[in-house]
């Protein structure tokens, strides 16, 4: 029903795995048009990678990233991670190329990333399945097909996962077909007219 309205969704923003797992950190609490501007400032620092991040000092980190928000907390946490791939794991391509399980304990253990970000990074940078749960997806899960609104991130996700097959691209486009939902349908105040999930949508 979905990619019938919508078409294939050509997401994440990235244009190498290193910017994927930049703009993964930078983009939470925070919108895409601020992480886009930061983006932007480290491309034009020649700093877009791991590697760049690995070697720049904290306060001049902190200057590029401004318009990301919270660039203090996020320039440490940058570094930390940064610091970590390269000196423990001898490269972002190495980290990303251990079993997705080792690559989920790996981010988990740095301060400040969750399992959304965690998976954001497994999927879309690491190329591999795992479903990314976001606002957007409990939001719909619960209206569209009456799940509990405070259901937990590893349960909703296992649940979606048992139900979804194929490769990873599906995955990234199923999650993308629900951000895109909840931007333009499923909002806080919901816009139902002419929704693409109306004839199942349990709320309605």
Sequence with gaps: MLRRRFG??????????????IGAVLTQQTSWKNVEKALANLKREN?????SISRIGQRKLERIIK???????KARRLRNISASMIGQYGSLDAFLHMK?????????????????TADAIILYAADKRI??????????????YGFEKDI??????KTISENLKGREWIYKDFHAQFVRL?????????????????????SI
């Design 8 to 21: 294939f969704q050509h997401w994440w923003p990235g244009e190498s795995t290193d910017e994927i797992v």
């Design 47 to 51: 700093a877009l990678s791991i590697n």
């Design 67 to 73: 318009p990301a928000g919270f660039y203090r907390q």
């Design 100 to 116: 997705k399980t080792d690559i989920r304990k790996a981010l988990l253990e740095f301060d400040g990333i969750g399992n959304e």
């Design 131 to 144: 479903f990314v749960i976001d606002a957007y997806t409990k939001r719909i899960i619960s209206r569209v």
């Design 152 to 157: 937990g991130y590893e349960e909703l996700q």
């Design 182 to 202: 909840g931007k333009e349908f499923c909002r806080t105040k919901p816009f139902c007219e002419n929704c693409p999930l109306d004839e199942v949508c349990k």
